[in-house]
């Protein structure tokens, strides 16, 4: 399974998505721009997309309210321990309340991973940063133990947010 995602402005990445109604597409806008995620085994319809793969999912991923993207580039030398990290997760989100779907995206064209997050609304991504399972889930961060304090990361990770366009 692949993923793709393309940015651009509201209006015209709309008519990319009527262009191609039978596929999973969906459009997001964000504060500075708008993004569209399409989801696929085959071929992707975007022109110039950043293109992952996935390696590790749960969830539909179908029109939420919010979406998460933390983007975290990664050393060359260090994608094996940070893929194991992610893929040996303790997968505590999935029973959060208003959570939809997670993808751990290995980039196929830069550095940058994305750690993909749905969710119905931002208040319920919001609650499950609160949460006991948020903390459980990021205990080692900071510590001898975590992936954070290892040099495999090539620059500061950062996060995007994008709410559902219909």
């Not at 209006?11 to 109604?21: A, E, G, R």
């Not at 708008?34 to 022109?47: C, K, M, R, S, Y």
């Amino acid at each position: 399974m692949k993923v793709y995602i393309t940015y651009g402005t509201a209006d015209f990445l709309k008519t990319i998505v009527k262009k191609h109604p039978s596929e999973n597409i969906l459009l997001m806008q964000g504060q500075e721009n708008a993004i569209l995620i399409h989801e696929t085994n085959g071929d992707t319809v975007f022109q110039a997309p950043h293109a992952y793969e996935v390696i590790d999912q749960v969830g539909e991923m179908k029109h939420p309210g919010f979406a998460v993207l933390n983007n975290i580039a990664v050393t060359q030398e260090g994608r094996p321990l940070f893929e194991n990290r992610f893929k040996n997760r303790a997968g505590k989100v999935e029973n959060e309340p208003g959570f939809e779907a997670i993808r751990v995206l290995r980039p196929l064209d830069s550095d940058t991973y994305v750690i993909l997050t749905m969710w119905e609304t931002e208040r319920a991504f919001q609650d499950w940063q609160q949460s006991d399972s948020y903390k459980e889930a990021h205990k080692k961060r900071g510590t001898s133990a975590g992936v954070d304090t290892t040099s495999i990361f090539s620059r500061p990770s950062y996060v995007t947010t994008y709410f559902a366009v219909e």
